[in-house]
């Protein structure tokens, strides 16, 4: 019985800390998006206002 509830124990935890690996990399995804587009935003505003106005 208790070889079956560190099984358990085990099976649980492991469960756990996949979940918050993939919770990690879908957070980390998205604030690598985020930088990416904040810097994406400076630089074509940068580009915009430095373009001859006709």
Do not use: C
Not at 29 to 54: D, E, K, M, S
Request: no cysteine.
């Amino acid at each position: 019985m208790i070889g079956l509830s560190v099984a358990v124990g085990r099976f649980v935890e492991a469960l756990f800390w996949a979940i918050f690996r993939v919770a990690g990399v879908v957070a980390g995804g998205v604030l690598l998006a985020a930088a990416i587009a904040i810097t994406a935003w400076f630089v074509l505003r940068r580009l915009w206002r430095r373009r001859p106005h006709q």
